[in-house]
């Protein structure tokens, strides 16, 4: 079971950047594959990127392949996405969850939910 916090969201202009970390706590964190979510209003939550337990493992969906970037620090038992050259249609609740994957396509969905960060990218 692992605990997760995200933080690192707020309000920005399109074409900035904003940092997310994913904090974690509990058991053989370096041993789960993290996965980020989204989801904005009236919409359904989807995957946005993930990385496997060493770090040398990540995929992206299409729309942000080139602009956001997966890493994780074991040692900080930390998850981060850098997102540049934001969208409008970046604008949601950003999530992170332990997800079963081994390579491939992010997963549609994971386990240990943390509360979420808003990411809102407006004019």
């Known amino acids: 079971q692992l605990q997760l916090a995200e933080s690192g969201g707020g309000l920005v202009q399109p074409g900035g950047s904003l940092r997310l970390s994913c904090e974690a706590s509990g058991f053989a964190f370096e041993l789960w594959p993290v996965g980020w979510f989204r989801q904005a209003p009236g919409k359904e939550r989807e995957p946005v990127s993930c990385?496997?337990?060493?770090?040398?493992?990540?995929a992206y969906v299409d729309s942000v392949k080139g602009r956001f970037t997966i890493s994780r620090d074991n040692d900080k038992e930390a998850v981060y996405l850098q997102m540049n050259s934001l969208k409008p249609e970046d604008t949601g609740v950003y999530y992170c969850a332990a997800i079963s994957w081994f390579g491939g396509t992010c997963p549609g969905s994971g386990t240990d939910w943390g509360q979420g960060t808003q990411v809102t990218v407006s004019s």
């Open positions: 990385i496997d337990g060493g770090g040398d493992m990540t």
